[in-house]
Structure formats: C-alpha cells, structure tokens
C-alpha cells in the first residue's frame, strides 16, 4: 500500500547543495524514523520523532536537519551536501502505544553527491 | 539501546524450514523483538514482532526463549524468494523514542 512515501526516488546533486527528501504518511502515526544505508551496509539511524514538533538525534545526526510541523511530514534536509552523504535513505513511521507496533518503511530515496 | 548478534550468513535448501537465531542478552523487560527483511535494497519488511511469548503470523513463527536473551525465526517452508537479508532487532521502549536499531542481519540463502 502507499501508506508512506518518499520523495524524490532518485537525486544527484553537487557537493555543497542543500538537498530535501520528503517523507510523507497518510496513517497519522505518531513516530517517524529517518535512516540511511550505504552500501552493503545495514541502515543506521538519523533522526527520529516521536510526535509533531517533536525529534531527536539517532546514531548519525551530523549534517542533517529535520522538522516535524505536521505530523504527516516528516522532511530531511542534508543543509551542505558531501559524497560521504551518498546513500540510500528510508523514511518509517509508527504508531505509539505501550504495546509492539508495527513501523513500515518508505521505498526509499536513492541520493548521489557528486 | 539493547544490541542483538546474529550470524552473517545462513544458507536453506528450498522447501526446508529456515531457523534463524539471535541473541539480545541486554533486553530488558519491555523492550519487544521484532524481525525485518531486505531484499536487494528494497524497503526493509516487516515479518514478525513478539514480547515474551512464541507468535506466528502467516508469513513466519518467533521463538522467544524465557530468559528473553534469544530468539529463533522460523519461516517454516523456504522458497526462493525468501533469499534476503533478515534483521532481529530489539525495539526502544516508548519512553525512550521507541526506535528501532538495525544490526548488520543474517544473509539468507535459499537454494533449489
């Protein structure tokens, strides 16, 4: 289902550049996740929010900046594009409650810096 | 945030039940297990999720063992397509951002 996607599926852009992927679901779950992946590599986390106006740092934060206004958009911005920022990044987005919920991930955004 | 280990790579002959193990010794008691494959470097796919007790849905079964330090994933007839990189991982209590933290996986083979 296209409960959550990413935009745009696929990006070069130059060093330096300011780069916005957007992530964007139609459940209102409450969590959001921004992870990326090189590759042959598992995914590491970035960032991640908890509710609108809500976010914190993952394991990889530096270099990038989100917000959370609404609670069904969830944009990254990478504010000075490198090459070591060539990556695969996937979006996620999960309901809170004290029990297990299922997080469901975007297609993923394929992003080159050249 | 609890850590998990898992093989790097497990091979199945199709049609044989695949057993994937994971130790999480560091889980606390309100952290949940869950399993997610990849395939090629599609979006990550959910499986299976579990607390304390066994679970099986349509797609697989989670074993927890009681001490909750391991589990084993069992996909019980293998097909080819099943060949993906399969991720245990010990979700983040609520309290603190329930994330998720993927580890490196067990590379799944299933071979004819």
């Known amino acids: 289902d296209a409960g959550i996607t990413q935009s745009p599926r696929y990006k070069i852009t130059e060093t330096g550049r300011q780069v916005t992927l957007m992530c964007h679901q139609t459940?209102?779950?409450?969590?959001m996740f921004w992870y990326r992946q090189d590759l042959g590599h598992g995914l590491r986390l970035i960032y991640y929010?908890?509710?609108?106006?809500?976010?914190d740092k993952g394991e990889v934060p530096d270099g990038y900046v989100v917000s959370r206004s609404k609670t069904e958009n969830f944009p990254l911005t990478l504010e000075s594009a490198t090459r070591s920022q060539t990556s695969v990044y996937f979006c996620?987005?999960?309901?809170?409650?004290?029990?297990?919920?299922?997080?469901?991930f975007g297609e993923g955004s394929w992003l080159t810096v050249v | 945030d609890a850590k998990t280990t898992q093989p790097t790579s497990m091979d199945c002959a199709e049609g044989r039940a695949a057993n994937l193990p994971c130790n999480h010794s560091?889980?606390?008691?309100?952290?949940?297990v869950y399993w997610y494959r990849q395939i090629h470097s599609q979006g990550p796919q959910y499986i299976i999720h579990?607390?304390?007790n066994n679970e099986t849905n349509e797609m697989a079964s989670l074993i927890i063992t009681e001490d909750r330090k391991s589990s084993t994933l069992i996909l019980p007839h293998a097909t080819l397509r099943d060949t993906a990189v399969y991720y245990c991982?010990?979700?983040?209590?609520?309290?603190?951002?329930?994330?998720?933290?993927f580890g490196q996986g067990t590379e799944l083979s299933v071979k004819p």
């Open positions: 459940w209102s779950h409450s969590y």
């Open positions: 996620a987005s999960s309901e809170a409650s004290l029990s297990g919920n299922t997080i469901y």
């Open positions: 579990g607390l304390k």
């Open positions: 991982i010990v979700r983040a209590p609520r309290n603190q951002g329930g994330k998720l933290i």
């Open positions: 560091t889980i606390s008691g309100n952290e949940y």
């Open positions: 929010s908890a509710a609108a106006d809500i976010t």
